[in-house]
């Protein structure tokens, strides 16, 4: 009667499973299948496989949304915010974690504080700022604010992982004869891979999808990353779905491939990162 | 001797948290303060003369009806996502922790949402909610999908809940199969050799070695629910009407689309800062407890 019940439950649960998966990849496989589709054979049939493919969607969403160029600066943005965040937070939870004393911990707290802070209560006042910068309107400058905004999580997981890094290394470098810059960059910094790992794809995931911070800094549609010029289509042609689909897909792939090339180490990296941060 | 060692010492620490303390302090520190001080000003961005006007900004918000609507909504939200949230992650967690095989496949569906902005997300719920649902309809005769997803405020409530849910349940679920992959497997077997049921083994053994988690997935749900922006921006825009609008999207368009009232968006968002300030306070609070007792 148990092995019954269990076996009953084991296809109950296997069906529920299964049905989530179709509700999860029923947005995903819709705008995939229509945006092979003329708009008429959309309007007759929506569900049915495509009668012929209409490539032409994608040279239209590929002009539209100036694909390359949008990718590009999409990379800038993430690239240049990257680099600085593990290059200054592996720096400064180093040098945080190895020192103890009141100036040490009063760095750690100040940076630690702004976990606390929603971006929406400093958005307005880092417009003004990145203005008087002149930083809108180019990737790069908000690839620099990223930095900021980035920075202190950051130095908050290197901080706890340092402390698994034995101090014995430091000492034996410095008698050596080792500067403190070269100890670091050429002994400490490579045995952070793991953490660094699990940084840079958290932060890699959220400047790619962030959206609202380039709505504001990016002003000049040659700066515009994907998801700008996928927003902007949405607002300029919002019933052609043809192009709107074709663009939605041309705009997730980068992702999702690398999501499919990269998964355990991406979800290793997220679990890790909610536990600790 | 001592000093010249412990002052090269603070100079070496300087010179490592200085290029991250520089760009912390522009980017985040400063536009806090920012915030703070423009918040009891007349600023409208525009104009660069502005004057202090003190409290005078507070004031309006809390007498704003649509300032006081959108917490409203987003409260009603939050609440939504808490339980909805979480329960659908755990539920899926449980499950797929169950299957043999299938496992990396489901988790791998799952997640995948959540590799995608909600902005993304958003436009292709947008053709479910505007084309497929109606086509469906049609076809099945089925009612329930033919109602106004997007321009009824009753309905949209729910299509917004539906996009977030789809976009955020699959990094919780990843958080919990983390945590229960951590329940030790002779609990579980020998309170079934005491004769408990598949359920009572969840309520009684698995549940309680998961508390930390669920702490964690609760605190993200109300930080990242409260601070809710893209997927009624790409879904509704805050509409019909302002029917939709979240916090967030209020001082939105407060600083950047309406009126340009710098200082009183400012004040807005000084109040979304202290009631996710308050929140984390509880959260803490409560974590603290649950440590001890554990």
């Known amino acids: 009667m148990n092995r019954l019940g269990g076996r009953l439950g084991s296809w109950t649960a296997l069906l529920f499973l299964l049905a989530a998966a179709v509700v999860t990849l029923f947005p995903i496989y819709m705008a995939l299948l229509n945006s092979v589709k003329t708009q008429g054979e959309m309007l007759t049939n929506i569900l049915a496989l495509p009668s012929s493919l209409e490539v032409g969607n994608y040279a239209d969403a590929f002009r539209k949304i100036n694909y390359f160029r949008s990718l590009w600066n999409t990379f800038v943005v993430v690239a240049v915010g990257l680099a600085g965040i593990i290059l200054f937070a592996s720096m400064a939870g180093y040098k945080l974690s190895r020192t103890p004393g009141k100036l040490s911990g009063f760095l750690f707290g100040l940076l630690v504080m702004s976990t606390l802070i929603p971006f929406h209560s400093i958005m307005i006042t880092l417009v003004k700022i990145s203005k008087e910068l002149r930083l809108q309107g180019s990737a790069v400058g908000l690839g620099l604010l990223y930095i900021g905004l980035g920075v202190a999580v950051a130095v908050f997981l290197y901080h706890g992982f340092v402390k698994s890094v034995p101090k014995e290394l430091d000492e034996a470098a410095v008698i050596d004869g080792c500067g403190e810059f070269r100890l670091f960059f050429t002994v400490i910094l490579p045995l952070l891979l793991p953490i660094t790992a699990t940084i840079a794809i958290l932060n890699t995931l959220w400047m790619w999808n962030d959206f609202l911070l380039p709505l504001l800094i990016l002003t000049d549609y040659k700066s515009y990353t994907l998801l700008l010029s996928t927003n902007m289509l949405f607002g300029e042609y919002n019933n052609d779905w043809s192009a709107i689909l074709a663009s939605l897909v041309l705009a997730m792939l980068p992702v999702i491939a690398l999501y499919l090339a990269l998964q355990k180490y991406i979800l290793h990296g997220i679990a890790e990162g909610a536990i600790k941060a | ?294």
């Open chain 2, 1 to 294: 001797m001592a000093t010249t060692r412990s002052w090269k010492k603070h100079a070496m620490l300087l010179a490592f948290v200085f290029p991250a303390l520089l760009f912390y302090i522009a980017f985040t520190l400063a536009p806090a303060f920012g915030g703070i001080a423009y918040s009891l000003t007349d600023w409208n961005g525009l104009n660069p003369a502005y004057r202090i006007v003190g409290l005078a900004n507070y004031i309006e918000a809390m007498n704003d009806r649509f300032f006081l609507k959108s917490l409203a909504f987003t409260a009603k939200f939050v609440l939504y996502m808490l339980v909805l949230q979480n329960a659908l992650a755990i539920l899926l967690a449980v499950l797929v922790e169950a299957m043999g095989r299938s496992k990396v496949w489901f988790r791998t569906i799952f997640f995948m949402p959540n590799m995608l902005s909600l902005i993304i997300g958003g436009f292709m719920w947008m053709f479910i909610f505007t084309r497929v649902f109606p086509y469906l309809a049609d076809q099945t005769g089925w009612r329930l999908l033919d109602q106004s997803w997007i321009g009824d405020p009753r309905y949209s409530f729910f299509a917004i809940l539906a996009l977030s849910l789809w976009g955020g349940v699959g990094y919780l679920m990843v958080i919990y199969i983390a945590a229960l992959q951590g329940v030790p497997q002779h609990l579980k077997e020998a309170a079934a050799m005491d004769g408990a049921g598949p359920l009572a083994i969840f309520r009684h053994v698995t549940l309680p070695m998961i508390y930390p988690a669920l702490t964690i997935g609760v605190f993200l749900t109300l930080n990242a629910s409260f601070k809710a922006f893209d997927a009624v921006y790409s879904l509704t825009g805050g509409g019909p009407g302002r029917a939709t609008q979240v916090i967030a999207l209020n001082i939105f368009e407060e600083a950047f689309s309406f009126s340009n009232r710098y200082g009183y968006a400012s004040a807005k968002a000084m109040i979304l800062f202290g009631i996710v300030v308050v929140i984390t306070i509880i959260q803490l609070a409560i974590m603290k407890r649950r440590e001890v007792q554990a």
